[in-house]
Nanobody, 121 residues
């Protein structure tokens, strides 16, 4: 079992930055694909970024060039640096871990409780 706890969300003005953290416990994240998903009000949860165990990263087109996912396996923590934030980035952001790599929810077995990010204009 892997427990995930997100932090770092909050209220920010458009154009600002936030860094989300996802602290894992129970197992090392080194073997897992780690991802960030987000869910805006009234919308389905969507993929934002992932970091797979081999070192590569992938991003949704909507965040590419603005968001950066990184991991510190020694600290068992994953980060999402979000720059140039837009009001449409407002959502609950979830950290997820899975054995496979993919953009869909079904590839991830472990989820955090989410952290709210609100971007005001």
């Amino acid at each position: 079992q892997v427990q995930l706890v997100e932090s770092g969300g909050g209220l920010v003005l458009a154009g600002g930055s936030l860094r989300l953290s996802c602290a894992a416990s129970g197992r090392t994240i080194a073997r897992y694909t780690m991802a960030w998903f987000r869910q805006a009000p009234g919308k389905e949860r969507e993929f934002a970024a992932l970091s797979w165990s081999g070192g590569g990263t992938y991003y949704a087109d909507s965040v590419k060039g603005r968001f950066t996912i990184s991991r510190d396996n020694a600290k068992n923590t994953v980060y999402l640096q979000m720059n140039s934030l837009k009001p449409e980035d407002t959502a609950v952001y979830y950290c997820a871990a899975g054995d496979k790599m993919g953009y869909a929810d079904k590839f991830y077995d472990y989820w955090g409780q989410g952290t709210q990010v609100t971007v005001s204009s």
